[in-house]
């Protein structure tokens, strides 16, 4: 799936930090748990422990997981909007991701200084917020100008239109992204047509200090972050970016060696990647045979054709029907042949709607 989650920030946030920790993973030595594919783009494996379960059941000669894309976006600085610092190319860059990563300074240390002169997360939160509700509302209000004449004209279209934008235009004049509007079914139609930045879905990364890495719930900052966040009805995801960094290049076992020591349970890295994940509505399905044992990513919602096609054009066209078993039922019953005798498997056609953690097996014909 060609979806990717940018991550911004404030200067000194720990952003590139963070960004850095996931290209670097991407040593060669590594068992393709990541690799870079551009300068600001970084694919990372996505974690799941089922790959694991599905190959001891399996046996197959090799493991594939799926991957999931970062993009490093342009630091912001206030006035953004208006072209100030690297904003055009900031702005530019959003545009092009599915969702955003919004790295917030969580730690305070005096040997790295923070463009407001101190630490407040929630100031550094609404700064990029009010820049991306500026330049949304600009867009917006060079489409009304178009729409309102042709509304005055009784046109049904422009009509429909004109009260999204008005309505859109309201809500940014009070400082409130797109996203916490309510529209009908139609109108959210017109508003993605306008591809506003304050409609992608948010994921917030509060970056802490090596001393909170375990445990982060005494951090102030943190905690003014969450309550933002429920407000924003997003996700918080705690990491030390700095950890992150260091630990990147560590094998599997040394990896976890070390995150033990610190008393973590799973890297913050693998944190974010699974939330932004699943940020962007993506899922997973495999496919699990003696060759390999593969997890696919699909978006929630598509049916079982789609889902073949992203394989191979051939098995979508050619679709007859899906072999399928549940994660589940096929770690219950030990094998497929054990799901196959409890009436676990099951012929699906092209109406069926695939879920997380199918094990789907295409028929096609071409």
């Not at 005494?218 to 996700?235: S, T």
């Amino acid at each position: 799936m060609a979806l990717t989650a940018g991550i911004v920030g404030l200067p000194n946030v720990g952003k590139s930090t963070l960004f850095n920790a996931i290209t670097k993973a991407g040593a060669e030595s590594a068992n393709y748990p990541f690799c870079t594919i551009d300068p600001n783009v970084g694919m990372v494996e996505v974690p799941d422990q089922r790959l694991n379960r599905l190959a001891e059941i399996v046996h197959p000669k090799k493991i594939v997981p799926t991957t999931f894309e970062f993009t490093d976006i342009a630091g912001i600085v206030k006035g953004a909007s208006k072209g100030e610092g690297l904003g055009n190319k900031f702005l530019s860059h959003i545009r092009q991701v599915d969702a955003i990563c919004h790295v917030v300074r969580c730690f305070a240390d005096e040997n790295i200084t923070h463009v407001a002169g101190k630490v407040d997360p929630i100031v550094d939160i609404e700064t990029i917020n009010l820049e991306l509700i500026l330049a949304d509302l600009e867009t917006v209000e060079k489409r009304i100008g178009k729409v309102e004449k042709i509304a005055k004209q009784k046109d049904k279209a422009a009509m429909a239109e004109f009260e999204v934008l008005s309505k859109l235009k309201e809500a940014f004049e009070a400082e409130k992204p797109a996203r916490t509007v309510e529209f009908t079914e139609e109108q959210e139609k017109l508003v993605k047509g306008f591809q506003l930045l304050t409609m992608k879905p948010v994921l917030y990364v509060a970056n802490v200090g090596e001393d909170d890495a375990a445990d982060a719930s005494n951090n102030q900052y943190v905690q003014q972050v969450r309550e933002f966040a429920e407000k924003d009805n997003a996700e918080v995801i705690v990491v030390c970016a700095k950890i992150e960094e260091e630990i990147a290049e560590l094998e599997d076992e040394e990896k976890a060696m070390f995150l033990q020591e610190l008393g973590i349970e799973e890297s913050g890295l693998d944190q974010l990647i699974r939330a932004a994940y699943h940020l962007l509505g993506l899922a997973t399905y495999f496919t699990a045979g003696e060759p390999e044992v593969r997890a696919w990513t699909f978006k929630k919602g598509m049916k079982a054709p789609e889902c073949a096609g992203i394989i191979h054009s051939d098995f979508e066209r050619g679709f007859i029907r899906a072999e399928v078993v549940s994660y589940e039922d096929l770690i219950e019953a030990g094998s497929m042949v054990g799901a196959r005798e409890a009436g676990k498997v099951r012929l699906e056609g092209k109406d069926y709607v695939v879920q997380d953690g199918d094990v789907i097996h295409f028929r096609f014909n071409v």
